[in-house]
């Protein structure tokens, strides 16, 4: 592929690493280092009086400065704030997101050149706030969000470059099922993808997008903090300095557990220590529960696929937290495979984001692009109405999960007096009939009816989930053609002059007139 006059960039903004990947001049992706020479960018930020740090050195300041650091902020995104309070201050997870973003765009733009337009992967799982808050993240950081794409289809377009699918003999390649089981630092996914003639299709999907490495490591901090009570009297998880020593301690352990059998775990608090020894037998006991939990839905997805184990012909590891042996045993005897590792787990999701970024860039010239991706939805979209038997309540769904993308359904509802002006859709995603276990999108407002419309005048409201994953609405009066002006009101999203100011604030750069920011 000839070089691009915008380089094809794509993001893995993970919840504990991010990596970027780039199309280098022979369209093979590769991927960037960071202003510390690392591939690797801990997903932490420091804000203090001195400004705000990112990466390797906040993971330092975890030791010290706990109070100013905020980390696994994508495990928040969706929130209206950080669970916790930075230096004092409330923060929207967006713009966390976005000052790592904007450090990964400032470093990297020492190697290629400027450059603005990204694509970034979100899990499979995450719902259509998380995505919209995601492309909001990459909006403050200075980008322009081309799209956004599932992790693990973003690791299966990476092993199909690898295997040559998206080569010139792509062509006469097999069609081939493949399960991804992404466990990174924050979240799980898993997604069973039909490889083909360059094209990748995935069939189903889910995940835990609060399932990851870090509840592992939660498992280790709470043996050392009890051995500690035990022998000391003091819970030095309340001490939160201490509380990140221990956590940067643990994680370093569960890495070393991957590799040998048993690891000592020193610590020491306040003049106190412990060093207790653990073995992988009983790290892997501790967290058998979080284990099952991926085993449970690895099972679920390839059911919601229809399909069997020897359907199956490989399972793609993808996540640093693969890396456990436990993980590999579990999928070994759940699929009667050897799991592959043939990807890079740090790398293969950027990897793959470059790719599609190089075939949206090749779409915007006009180019054939040299592979398609088809998507399904991870929740279903849903109204609410009222139950006619109980009048309480109750999701209505309209686009149920696993659907193939993209998709749209229509509802119709009818005016409840004569010239009624406005009338109020309140949209959710979820599988739950009770609205309450369902995460609201917001409510889709339309305040100018034309006049003078009869009693139960139908309206249609059609939903239209685009292949990413993202909603957008349209409101007719049945039989006209006119659109009506419509709204959605988020409850935990950032609007546009919001937008604007973060970007203002974290990047320095003026507002991209063209960007669209919201849907409505
Ligand atoms: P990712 O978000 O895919 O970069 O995954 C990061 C997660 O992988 C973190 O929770 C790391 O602690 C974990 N991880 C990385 N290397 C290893 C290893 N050798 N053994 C166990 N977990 C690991």
Redesign the pocket.
């Given at each position: 592929m000839k070089q691009a006059v915008h380089p094809a960039v794509g993001i893995d903004l993970?919840?504990?690493?991010s990596v970027v990947a780039r199309l280098d001049d022979t369209g093979r992706p590769q991927a960037l280092i960071n202003g510390e020479g690392d591939q690797?960018t801990p997903s932490v930020v420091l804000v203090d009086e001195e400004g705000v740090v990112v990466g390797k050195e906040a993971v330092k300041a975890m030791s010290t400065d706990m109070e100013a650091v905020a980390e696994c902020a994508k495990r928040d995104v969706g929130q209206r704030t950080y669970h916790k309070m930075i230096g004092g201050r409330q923060y929207p997870p967006e713009a966390l997101e976005a000052w790592i973003l904007n450090k990964l765009r400032v470093d990297t733009q020492q190697q290629i050149g400027e450059y603005q337009k990204v694509v970034i992967t979100v899990p499979a799982y995450f719902d259509e706030v998380r995505r919209k808050a995601t492309q909001d993240a990459g909006y403050i950081a200075g980008f322009d969000v081309m799209d956004i794409i599932n992790e693990p289809t973003a690791a299966a377009v990476a092993f199909g470059f690898q295997q040559g699918f998206l080569g010139q003999d792509g062509k006469d390649k097999q069609r081939r099922n493949i399960l991804v089981y992404d466990l990174?630092?924050?979240t799980f996914d898993v997604t069973v993808m039909q490889i083909g003639a360059r094209e990748f299709v995935a069939l189903a999907t889910d995940g835990d997008v609060q399932l990851?490495?870090?509840d592992?490591?939660q498992r280790l901090v709470d043996y050392v903090a009890e051995e500690f009570i035990r022998k000391h009297g003091v819970d030095p998880r309340e001490d939160a300095n201490a509380g990140g020593r221990l956590w940067r301690e643990c994680?370093d352990a569960?890495?070393t557990?991957?590799?040998r059998r048993r690891v000592k775990i020193p610590f020491e608090f306040q003049g106190n220590v412990v060093r207790p020894e653990i073995t992988r037998e009983q790290f892997e006991e501790m967290a058998q529960d979080l284990l099952d939990r991926t085993d449970f839905t690895t099972r679920q997805t390839l059911q919601a696929a229809g399909l069997q184990w020897n359907d199956i012909e490989r399972v793609l590891l993808?996540?640093?937290?693969t890396?456990?042996p436990a993980v590999v045993k579990m999928l070994k005897k759940l699929s009667g495979k050897d799991p592959d590792r043939s990807v890079s787990?740090?790398e293969a999701?950027a990897h793959g984001a470059a790719l599609h970024a190089g075939l949206l860039l090749a779409k915007h010239q006009g180019r054939t692009p040299k592979f398609r991706i088809k998507n399904v939805n991870s929740h279903s979209l849903g109204v609410i109405g009222n139950d006619p038997v109980t009048g309480r309540p109750r999701n209505g769904i309209v686009i149920p999960r696993n659907t193939a993308l993209p998709a749209a359904a229509q509802r119709i509802f009818k005016t409840q007096k004569a010239n009624q002006r406005s009338i109020l859709v309140e949209i959710v995603e979820g599988e739950s009939a009770s609205p309450a276990d369902c995460a609201p999108i917001g409510r889709c407002s339309v305040r100018d009816l034309p006049r003078n419309l009869p009693d139960q005048t139908p309206i249609a409201v059609r939903f239209r989930y685009l292949e990413n994953g993202r909603l957008t609405v349209t409101v007719k009066v049945v039989g006209t053609d006119r659109k009506l002006r419509h709204e959605i009101v988020r409850e935990n999203s950032l609007n546009h002059d919001q937008l604007n100011s973060w970007r203002r604030y974290v990047s320095g750069l003026p507002p991209l007139a063209e960007v669209v920011v919201d849907d409505a």
């Open positions: 993970g919840t504990t690493y690797w990174g630092g924050g990851g490495g870090r592992w490591d994680e569960k890495r557990l991957s590799a993808v996540g640093g937290s890396r456990m787990p740090d999701v």
